[in-house]
C-alpha cells in the first residue's frame, strides 16, 4: 500500500527513472523514491519542472499530484483519467440516483460529522460535546433542518475563540482550508478510483463546481483537521504558514482512526469511504462507512 506524501518546496526537475521518482534538486544531491511507496506529491514552488513521462507513470500508479499558487496554497490536482473499469457502468447508476438515497446518504454524512466534532472537543477537553450529540440524533434525511450549519455554529465557538470562517485574515483559517484542500483532492482521487464522477453530489450541487461529490463526502472528515489546527496553534506562536506547519497538516493523512472497528490511516479510510459509497449507490442503499476519533 502507497503511503508516502511528498511535499517539494525547492526549485528542482521531476524526473521517471526505473519506476522511480528522481527528485533532481539545483543545488542538492538527487534522490529518487519508489513510485509505489508515493500516495500524494505535492509542488509547492513555483520553479519545478515536470516531465510528461512522469505525469504518465504517477496516473498509472493512483498517484495524487498538487499543485499550489503563488500563496503556496493547492489550488489544483490531477488524478486517474478513468481508473475503474466499469466507469461509465458506474458513472450511469451514480447518475440515476434517486433523491431519497442521497438524502438517507446525506443524513449519515452530516450525523457523523457532528458526532466527530463531539469527539474532537471531547478529546482536546472543550466544552460543549453534549450539545454536539443531541444534534447529531436530530438530523433527519437530508438534513432539512440544516441542523448541520447549526452544529457548526456551535462546534467552532467552542473549539476556537474570538473566530469566524468568514474571516479570510484569520490565521486559523488559513490552516483550515489548506488541510480541507489537501483532503478535497484525496477525495475526488478516490472517487475518481471507484468510477464515481466527483462533479456529481448528493447533496452539494453547485454547476461552476467539479468536486461536488468530494465536498460531501468530506464532510466527516473535517474534524481531523480541525483538531491538527488547534493542537497546531496551542503548542506554537504562529506567525504565518510555513513549510514546516503544512507538513504537519499534510500529516493528517496518515493520522490513526477508526473505521468499520480498525484502526486505519486517514489517507486508508477514504478509500473504504469512497467504496461504500459505489457499493451503496449499486445496492441503493446506504451501506456508507464513515471514520471515527479515536478515543
Given at each position: 500500500m502507497s503511503w508516502r506524501i511528498l511535499q517539494i518546496t525547492k526549485p528542482c526537475t521531476l524526473k521517471i527513472k526505473n519506476k522511480q521518482l528522481l527528485y533532481v534538486p539545483q543545488e542538492e544531491e538527487e534522490i529518487s523514491f519508489p513510485l509505489e511507496d508515493i500516495s500524494v506529491l505535492i509542488l509547492e514552488n513555483r520553479q519545478i519542472t515536470v516531465h510528461n513521462?512522469?505525469?504518465?507513470?504517477?496516473?498509472?500508479?493512483?498517484?495524487?499530484?498538487?499543485?499550489?499558487?503563488e500563496s503556496h496554497m493547492p489550488c489544483g490536482a490531477y488524478f486517474p483519467f478513468l481508473s475503474y473499469y466499469q466507469s461509465s457502468h458506474m458513472a450511469k447508476l451514480q447518475i440515476e440516483m434517486r433523491k431519497p438515497l442521497q438524502n438517507r446518504l446525506w443524513q449519515e454524512l452530516v450525523r457523523v460529522k457532528i458526532q466527530n466534532q463531539a469527539l474532537c472537543l471531547k478529546i482536546l477537553q472543550r466544552q460543549g460535546v453534549e450539545k454536539l450529540f443531541a444534534y447529531s440524533k436530530k438530523v433527519v434525511s437530508g438534513d432539512k433542518g440544516n441542523i448541520e450549519a447549526a452544529a457548526a455554529n456551535h462546534y467552532f465557538k467552542m473549539l476556537f475563540s474570538s473566530f469566524?470562517?468568514?474571516?479570510?485574515?484569520?490565521?486559523?483559517?488559513?490552516?483550515?482550508?489548506?488541510g480541507y484542500a489537501i483532503l478535497r483532492a484525496c477525495i475526488a482521487r478516490s472517487l475518481v478510483g471507484v468510477g464515481l464522477l466527483p462533479c456529481f453530489g448528493l447533496h452539494h450541487a453547485n454547476m461552476f463546481n467539479a468536486y461536488n461529490l468530494a465536498d460531501d463526502i468530506i464532510e466527516p472528515?473535517?474534524?481531523?483537521?480541525?483538531?491538527?489546527?488547534?493542537?497546531?496553534?496551542?503548542?506554537?506562536?504562529?506567525?504565518?504558514?510555513n513549510t514546516q506547519y503544512k507538513n504537519q497538516l499534510v500529516r493528517v493523512l496518515t493520522k490513526q482512526i477508526m473505521i468499520e472497528e480498525s484502526e486505519v490511516t486517514v489517507l486508508k479510510a477514504i478509500e473504504y469511504t469512497c467504496q461504500s459509497l459505489a457499493k451503496s449507490i449499486k445496492l441503493k442503499k446506504n451501506v456508507l462507512v464513515l471514520p471515527y476519533f479515536l478515543e
Open positions: 513521462i512522469l505525469l504518465a507513470e504517477l496516473a498509472k500508479h493512483g498517484i495524487c499530484l498538487f499543485s499550489c499558487d469566524s470562517r468568514k474571516n479570510d485574515e484569520d490565521l486559523r483559517n488559513v490552516f483550515l482550508n489548506y472528515y473535517r474534524p481531523f483537521v480541525d483538531f491538527s489546527v488547534y493542537t497546531l496553534f496551542q503548542e506554537n506562536s504562529i506567525e504565518n504558514i
